[in-house]
T-cell receptor
């Protein structure tokens, strides 16, 4: 079964450093999502791509977060500079609008710890 | 976006049927109801989706009354491995669909 790939699985960084997360969606999925999940809470959508275009980034803290999907396939989420409050799980998901249900498939996530 | 309300936690013994109810009073006409399961340190996993009446797959059943203001996820004969957080979401399945997760229901299954 095809999966959404994310790397790294774990990242420890110091405050004010830059970090980047990578996501490779399921082949053929045009829609890609980045979520942030704080421990004990549900995932919160940060940004949504349709192919290479941003559809929704209303919850993305744009002063420090950036996301790109240059060729409409894999995607990178960057934080610069990282703050203590950024410690969370960062999840990537993809879906295919062509599917009747448009179900989102999630990767295993990247757990970020900011020290 | 329709807001959902679920119990924060539930406990069950292995082998029992578990029913988790979700309220979504302001669901829109073109919204579907979708349930996800999440284990610790993993991403959410799709369980089941429905629009009205009843949907059943190999994992669960989803019951939706005529007014669609609530839905119930039914897990038959749960096992220890069903211990997880279950999220109920409502939204349409269009290209710009957006899922809004709540805090979910934490199900604990014991022997």
């Amino acid at each position: 079964e095809a999966e959404v790939a994310q790397s790294p699985r774990y990242k420890i960084t110091e405050k004010s450093q830059a970090v980047a997360f990578w996501c490779d969606p399921i082949s053929g999925h045009a829609t890609l999502y980045w979520y942030r999940q704080i421990l004990g809470q549900g995932p919160e959508l940060l940004v949504q791509f349709q192919d290479e275009s941003v559809v929704d980034d209303s919850q993305l803290p744009k002063d420090r977060f950036s996301a790109e999907r240059l060729k409409g396939v894999d995607s990178t989420l960057k934080i610069q500079p990282a703050e203590l409050g950024d410690s969370a799980m960062y999840l990537c998901a993809s879906s295919s609008p062509g599917q009747a249900k448009n179900i989102q498939y999630f990767g295993a996530g990247t757990r970020l710890s900011v020290l | 976006l329709a807001k959902t309300t679920q119990p924060i936690s539930m406990d069950s013994y292995e082998g029992q049927e578990v029913n988790i109810t979700c309220s979504h009073n302001n669901i829109a006409t073109n919204d579907y109801i979708t349930w996800y399961q999440q284990f610790p340190s993993q991403g959410p996993r799709f369980i089941i989706q429905g629009y009205k009446t009843k949907v059943t797959n190999e994992v669960a059943s989803l019951f939706i009354p005529a007014d669609r203001k609530s839905s119930t996820l039914s897990l038959p004969r749960v096992s220890l491995s069903d211990t997880a957080v279950y999220y109920c979401l409502v939204g349409n399945t269009g290209t710009a669909s957006k899922l809004t997760f709540g805090t979910g229901t934490r199900l604990q299954v014991t022997l």
